[in-house]
């Protein structure tokens, strides 16, 4: 058991953040090595379109998880001066959401987030 997650010897768990079912399927069907089960509760089935199978192209099904959201606070105080604009709360949240959730910042699974680098958003 890895994290609560059953995995049986030998198979492969897939964990996977975004993407359609069918990109998903295919992906995991381009880069899985062959003979692996895989676990997870989401299934999906892809047909193997290689040309070597010449009209008689088998499908595969697969299976993987979706991650579950967490939800991630940010705590702030913000010391009053004549210096401070009246909007700087938002302007702060907006720093920090567009910090977090765009380019390669952005969270992603398992990703560490340091409060010192939040804080380098807001300072810049």
Known sequence: VQQGVSI???AQYILVEGGSPSDIGRAILNKKPPG???????????????????????SYSFNYDRPTPVAVYVVMTI???DTVPSDAAQRIQKAIVSYLTTGANRIRIGKTIYASRLSAVVDG
Do not use: F, K, L, R
């Open 8 to 10: 049986p010897a030998g």
């Open 36 to 58: 692996i089960p895989t676990v997870g509760t989401q299934i999906v089935t892809v047909q193997d379109t290689n040309p070597v199978y010449s009209g008689n192209q088998p």
């Open 79 to 81: 010391a009053a001066s």
